[in-house]
C-alpha cells in the first residue's frame, strides 16, 4: 500500500512564525503535491514538484514556498505565516503521466495561526 | 476558466437506497475524470477512474457515467450504507505534470 505521511496533524503557530510542513511518501512517486483545503472552496493546488529539485506553482503559491531536496520528501514552507494561512494542508503523491493518475494523499495538518 | 461544479448541499439518503451524485464541468476537456472519497479529518482517498472515451465504469456498488457532451458525471453509489456517509469529490486531469483539479465535494449521509 502506497503511505503519505505528513509531520504533523495538528499545528498551532504564531503570526510572522516560519512553518515547515513536512511530507514523505514511500512509493517511489515522481509527482508530489501540496494542496490547502478550506470550506467552500475545496482543495486548491498550492505548488508540485514532478521532480527532485524540480518545482511548479500552483494556483494559489503566494506566501508559500516549496522545497524537494530527495524524491522521497517534499515540503511546504511559510516563510512568515499569517492568519488567513489557517486551512487544512494536504500532501499528495503520484506516479509519472500515463502509468496511473491516481494521487495519494496523506492525513493532512490542520494548522492554525494566531 | 475551468469550473467543476458539485452540489454544496448534503444529501441525505436512507439505508438501502441508491445515491447520485453529480459533477458537471466547463471550459475544460478532461482526458479523465476520478471520484474521491474524504472521511472528516481525514485526506481524500480515489476511487474511480473514468477515461474520455468510457460511458460508465463500475467498481463492486460504485458506477459512475461521463458524458463529455453534456460535460457532467454521476457518481452512483447502490444499496448504501452508513459507512458510506462521507464526502465525495471529483476530480478532472490531466493538468501539466499530472495535476488534477478538483471539485468541493458534495457531503452524503446515508441514514439508518
Known amino acids: 500500500d502506497v503511505k503519505v505521511t505528513q509531520s504533523s496533524r495538528y499545528l498551532v503557530k504564531r503570526t510572522g512564525e516560519k512553518v515547515f510542513l513536512e511530507c514523505v511518501q514511500d512509493?517511489?512517486?515522481?509527482?508530489m503535491f501540496w494542496y490547502r483545503q478550506d470550506p467552500g472552496l475545496g482543495l486548491r493546488l498550492i505548488y508540485f514538484s514532478y521532480d527532485v529539485k524540480m518545482k511548479e506553482k500552483g494556483d494559489i503559491p503566494e506566501g508559500y514556498s516549496v522545497s524537494r531536496e530527495k524524491k522521497e520528501r517534499f515540503s511546504l514552507i511559510l516563510e512568515s505565516a499569517s492568519t488567513n494561512q489557517t486551512s487544512m494542508y494536504l500532501c499528495a503523491s503520484s506516479p509519472p503521466s500515463g502509468i496511473t493518475d491516481t494521487q495519494y494523499f496523506g492525513p493532512g495538518t490542520r494548522l492554525t495561526v494566531l | 476558466s475551468q469550473k467543476i461544479e458539485q452540489n454544496s448541499e448534503a444529501l441525505n439518503i436512507q439505508e438501502g437506497k441508491t445515491a447520485t451524485l453529480t459533477c458537471n464541468y466547463t471550459n475544460y476537456s478532461p482526458a479523465y475524470l476520478q471520484w474521491y472519497r474524504q472521511d472528516p479529518g481525514r485526506g481524500p482517498v480515489f476511487l474511480l477512474l473514468i477515461r474520455e472515451n468510457e460511458k460508465e465504469k463500475r467498481k463492486e456498488r460504485l458506477k459512475v457515467t461521463f458524458d463529455t457532451t453534456l460535460k457532467q458525471s454521476l457518481f452512483h453509489i447502490t444499496a448504501s450504507q452508513p459507512a458510506d456517509s462521507a464526502t465525495y469529490l471529483c476530480a478532472l486531469g490531466p493538468g501539466g505534470g499530472n495535476k488534477l483539479t478538483f471539485g468541493t465535494g458534495t457531503q452524503l449521509k446515508v441514514e439508518l
Open positions: 512509493m517511489d512517486h515522481e509527482n
